[in-house]
């Protein structure tokens, strides 16, 4: 299968997409079927959560594929020192702007971020421009993306796109405008690397699509625990836990419970495919959109293990920096949403 | 021949270093690899993307784990080069 993959990406893709939608459009009826077959009463609390379960695994599954595949071709066309081309010597807040943009596209792992951190500052891009690629590109993640669309609908995604754009935009901006240029470890500044030291090919589609394959059996083969124990602990809140109970804790009503979320998802880290399904059951019972959304965002945007590695090169005042100002920034976020969706 | 891999000691750089050495035993080269991991010297490199492959003092790779077949043939270029 995957050294036919190899040979005839194009043929292959051809051929599974129509069994995608077919199998895609068959989901509820095959859930229907599974639960009469097995006899659970309709309504019942283990009903309930084992429909959750059954629907909602193949269901996150098959779009995950999809849109990983589709990611996958999509950052064929981009990469890092593309984006820092682009990025050398823009104006502060344009330079935001472009740089949150190419940091939802640009292929970009954790792994990396100290690197890619020295490299565009060495390279001349300013501070400010550099921390919002860095506070995007994990912030928007495409699994998120895939997960909101697939289990709230198109316009909980986009607000989630557009509001991650401006945490990314604002925060950068911030940082920029405060002049935290010292609290960059020195040598970071004294490295003049060469630029220009790796020449790029220019794939084939061939070669964008076996990338997009490449992705999919990365990223769906690291993340599908995650997913199992995500859409889990969601099934059992949907079962189990009564009707409006998380209003009083994590409802509009108390304002306490955005800084409160942010405190404890900023430790916190998971991937998005852990995080959702959770989201999701939360909202049934009563959480309201804001301080979801915000406990979800610092969950996945700040991890208390990429900041450790940017240690490397930041000295701890900027750190905090960093932290405090993206914090604040969801804080704001999640109140607005909460405020808006009344 | 000199094969340096450039990354902190992720999952992907040690993969790298596997499959170079495979790639290298499979192509019969005696090289010596070597394993960087301090940032300051990785960032001399100019990669913007660990990991990074550096074949005699040049950047042949970065940002992902080619395949061991990628590898040779990379390994097969610099040789002949």
């Known amino acids: 299968m995957e050294k036919f993959f190899a040979k005839h990406p194009v043929g292959t893709t051809a051929l599974f997409l129509p069994a995608w939608i077919a199998l895609y459009a068959a989901l509820q009826p095959l859930t229907d079927a599974l639960i009469t077959l097995t006899g659970l009463v309709q309504g019942e609390r283990l009903t309930e959560a084992v429909r959750f379960f059954v629907f909602e695994v193949p269901k996150v599954m098959l779009l995950l594929t999809l849109v990983v595949f589709g990611v996958g071709i999509v950052r064929t066309y981009f990469s890092p020192e593309r984006t820092r081309k682009m990025l050398g010597g823009r104006s502060l807040f344009t330079g935001n702007v472009l740089a949150s943009m190419l940091g939802i596209v640009t292929p970009f792992c954790s792994c990396s971020a100290v690197p890619l951190f020295i490299g565009f500052v060495g390279a001349g891009v300013p501070l400010g421009v550099t921390f919002s690629f860095l506070i995007a590109a994990p912030m928007i993640n495409e699994i998120a993306v895939v997960l909101l669309f697939g289990l709230f609908g198109w316009k909980t995604a986009l607000l989630y796109v557009g ?7 604002a ?26 030291a790796l ?16 992705a999919v059996k990365d990223i769906v083969g690291k993340v599908w625990p995650y997913l199992l124990v995500g859409i889990g602990a969601g099934a059992c809140i949907h079962g189990y836990v009564p009707e409006n109970f998380m209003a009083s804790l994590m409802g509009k009503s108390a304002w306490w419970s955005v800084p409160v979320s942010v405190l404890i998802g900023v430790p916190l880290y998971s991937n998005p495919a852990g995080i959702i399904p959770i989201v999701q059951a939360l909202l049934e019972k009563g959480a309201s959109l804001g301080t979801v959304l915000a406990f979800m965002m610092s969950v996945i945007g700040l991890s208390l293990p990429e900041t450790i590695i940017l240690k490397k090169v930041l000295k701890i005042q900027l750190i905090a920096v960093f932290i405090g ?7 704001i976020v999640g109140y607005v949403f909460n405020f808006i969706f009344a | 021949m000199t094969i340096k891999v450039l990354g902190p000691g992720c999952m992907n750089c040690k993969t790298l270093e596997k499959r170079i050495q495979i790639a290298l035993q499979e192509l019969g080269i005696n090289a010596v690899v070597e394993k960087v991991e301090d940032y300051e010297k990785i ?8 990991p990074g492959l550096v074949v005699d003092e040049k950047v042949a790779h970065s940002g992902s784990v080619p395949t061991v077949e990628k590898l040779k043939e990379i390994l097969f270029a610099t040789q002949t080069a």
């Open chain 1, 163 to 169: 509001t991650g754009l401006s945490i990314a935009i």
């Open chain 1, 171 to 196: 925060a950068g901006y911030i940082i920029g405008r405060l002049k935290v240029e010292r609290f960059v470890e020195d040598w970071v500044y004294q490295i003049h690397a060469n630029t220009d």
């Open chain 1, 199 to 214: 020449e790029e090919s220019i794939p084939s589609f061939r070669d964008r699509m076996q990338s997009g394959y490449g």
């Open chain 1, 325 to 331: 100002v993206v914090a604040t920034g969801i804080i």
């Open chain 2, 43 to 50: 960032a001399l490199y100019g990669i913007l993307r660990t």
